[in-house]
């Protein structure tokens, strides 16, 4: 169906809503079809509504506009289900391009706000919304919004943009939706993120997207003042280029989700141009709810993934964590984070600075829990570096971290091995050294051994007596009873506490029932089950399972 049959003109200056609307409602109620504007210019001095089984189409050069303000395409009154625009380009009045980062633009005049507006019964931010269900947008164009260029809310089944261009506007913005699917699209010089993906929506897949320029945050996965962030995410293989804070922002206890495989640029920026920031300035932000009380959160980010993904020139830090858990950051590339002074451009950052231009952060520890961080490379290549240390803090015990390199930062600091017991079936090599379970085994010091009260002497034997293994020798008091006879304390505590095996290598010791008690990270006793002889020289090895 042609809206020119309609009475549509396409000269920029008739008003074409009547026509189109016509043309929209005609084949909604011969059971659906598209509805096709020729290449033209259609005005619009007030907002089509979305039909039921209709496809709203167009070709290169099919472009509306709006002549007021308000939104091109409106649906919130009116039931719909399967409604889809294709090849159109929407229009608005911002005429300031700006080439890095910022907030604020001007604009020519009156026009529209938004291309498409849809608020469905999910929507909890309205009150009498229809039904709107299922919704598709593909290969279209936004650009010059004075608003978010799409704002899709409560809708019910599947909402699709794919291949869309989104050029000078604030961000594409969804809450409240069943499933939503962002998927191929090129978002530049956002007023605001690139995509918001926000409270409400259920099941959420943002992938292969491409975002430029934007003054605050690329992807936005999170809730928004009072609501939590959204739950079931995938974000994969988007590319994200010169943000003004985060490159992906997980905020406000978003949960259960996938952040794998995308490419973060973030150009050190410190905020927009207009809007500084120190506290963004992130590849990857993962925190909890609210976000008003950092260090008390009430619910936490929870159950996420950051794997594989490749993070540069981050102001702040590669990957930022506050308040999560049971989150994972592996196999991650971190390089050339930090600057030389924090956003007002004269506050030397210093080199021992914890807060600042560091590879993995993490705020607040005690709000976090069960943090594997492992496998992550963070390295500066610049002639002078900025990264002041590839892990903070590499004590906390949420934080399980394990098998990370650093290189070229301006602190030594060594993220290899800290946190709570890893469990390896297997011993692994470290720049010389042979580790197990986190714990030195090969070229070990020796360990301190202490005679039981059921003993008159015990000292390391001719074969040593060290961290993994040794052999113990000692002698029975001269009126023994069964109990400790000999107590091992470890030159290196383990990261857990290990199992220990005992040997007896005499038949004194045989005879006595030898075994191990009071295990702790720190060492271990042997006791005897039965009373050894007096004087009875009793000899045994050990070997610590870690």
Excluded at 28 to 39: E, H, I, K, N, R
Excluded at 476 to 492: K, L
Aim: aromatic share 6%.
């Amino acid at each position: 169906m042609n809206v020119r049959d309609h009475g549509a003109v396409g000269d920029g200056a008739t008003d074409d809503s009547g026509a189109i609307q016509d043309a929209i409602d005609a084949a909604s109620d011969a059971g659906g079809g598209t509805v096709y504007l020729p290449p033209g210019n259609y005005a619009c001095s007030s907002s089509l509504t979305p039909r039921s089984n209709v496809t709203l189409s167009g070709d290169a050069g099919s472009a509306l506009h709006h002549t007021a303000v308000s939104a091109i395409i409106y649906g919130s009154a009116v039931a719909f289900t399967d409604f889809a625009v294709e090849g159109l380009t929407f229009l608005g009045p911002v005429d300031e391009s700006p080439a890095t980062p910022k907030r604020g633009r001007t604009a020519s005049g009156p026009g529209a706000q938004t291309a498409v507006f849809l608020t469905g019964d999910l929507d909890t931010t309205g009150s009498g919304q229809a039904r709107l269900t299922n919704f598709t947008m593909r290969d279209c164009a936004v650009r010059n919004m004075t608003a978010l260029p799409i704002r899709i809310g409560g809708v019910r089944g599947k909402v699709s943009v794919t291949g869309c261009e989104f050029t000078n506007n604030q961000d594409a913005g969804f809450l409240f939706c069943e499933e939503v699917i962002f998927q191929g699209n090129h978002v530049r010089q956002s007023a605001d993120n690139g995509v918001s993906l926000s409270r409400g929506n259920g099941k959420i897949s943002c992938v292969g997207n491409t975002f430029e320029n934007c003054a605050f945050n690329g992807i936005w996965v999170a809730g928004f003042l009072t609501d939590k962030g959204p739950a079931n995410f995938t974000v994969t293989g988007n590319v994200v280029r010169d943000v003004g804070h985060n490159g992906i922002y997980v905020d406000y206890a978003s949960k259960y989700g996938a952040i794998t495989g995308n490419e973060i640029d973030c150009g050190l920026f410190r905020g927009p141009s207009d809007r500084p920031s120190d506290v963004n300035g992130a590849g990857i932000y993962l925190g909890g709810f609210p976000i008003t009380d950092r260090g008390n959160p009430t619910d936490r980010a929870e159950g996420i993934t950051v794997v594989g993904n490749h993070i540069r020139r981050a102001a702040r830090a590669g990957v930022y964590l506050n308040g999560v858990r049971h989150v994972q950051v592996t196999g991650n590339q971190i390089s050339d984070v930090g600057t030389a002074h924090l956003a007002d451009g004269t506050t030397v950052i210093e080199s021992g600075d914890l807060t600042q231009n560091i590879g993995i952060l993490m705020e607040n520890p005690v709000t976090s829990a069960d943090v594997t961080v492992a496998l992550n490379s963070v390295v500066d290549t610049r002639a002078t570096p900025y990264t002041n240390q590839g892990l903070v803090p590499q004590s906390a015990s949420a934080v399980n971290a394990h098998l990370n390199t650093v290189t070229g930062t301006r602190q030594a600091g060594n993220p290899l091995e800290t946190g709570p017991t890893r469990t390896w079936q297997a011993a692994h090599h470290f720049n010389g050294d042979i580790r197990l379970n986190a714990h030195v085994i090969g070229g070990g010091t020796a360990v301190t051994v202490a005679a039981g009260a059921q003993s008159a002497s015990a000292a390391a034997g001719s074969n040593g007596a060290k961290d993994n293994a040794g052999v113990i020798n000692t002698t029975a008091a001269a009126a023994p009873a069964a109990g400790t006879i000999a107590r091992v304390t470890y030159a290196t505590a383990y990261g857990a506490i290990p199992k220990v095996v005992l040997t007896a290598r005499n038949a004194a010791a045989a005879a006595v029932g030898l075994y191990v008690t009071s295990e702790s990270v720190a060492g271990f006793s042997v006791a005897t089950a039965m009373v050894p002889g007096a004087g009875a020289a009793l000899s045994f090895a050990y070997h610590v399972m870690g």
